[in-house]
């Protein structure tokens, strides 16, 4: 199972984002070459342009392979759950809880 984590170094001021996949560490992709909202990194905590870029790199992930799908539904992700992170400290999100409100958002915006 993969569970995606982030961390604010508030020293270098710089926010850091990792897969653990399984005891297997892994440095997020940002998916710049799906859409380039933010070349100088991740964010979370508002919904901004790092946001939003956090929010495609992670449903890009957990949706393994289907950038299709991730397309349609990060900006809402970013919305629901990225914006609403705090900024300070870290924090985790298991993809299958990605995987739930991704298809919760398709499910809305269907109906």
């Not at 982030?6 to 850091?16: E, F, K, L, N, S």
């Not at 984002?17 to 070349?39: C, F, K, T």
Request: with cysteine.
């Amino acid at each position: 199972m993969k569970v995606y984590r982030g961390r604010r170094d508030p020293v270098q001021q710089t926010a850091d984002v990792w897969i653990d996949a399984d005891g297997h560490v892994l440095e997020l992709n940002p998916r710049l070459n799906l859409r380039n909202h933010s070349p100088t990194g991740f964010e979370w905590g508002y919904a901004g342009s790092g946001p939003a870029q956090l929010a495609l790199a992670i449903c890009a992930d957990a949706l393994e392979g289907n950038e299709g799908r991730a397309c349609h539904v990060y900006q809402q992700y970013k919305f629901r759950v990225i914006s609403k992170l705090r900024r300070a400290g870290e924090w985790s999100i298991p993809q299958s809880d990605v995987l739930a409100m991704i298809e919760k958002i398709e499910t809305e915006r269907v109906a």
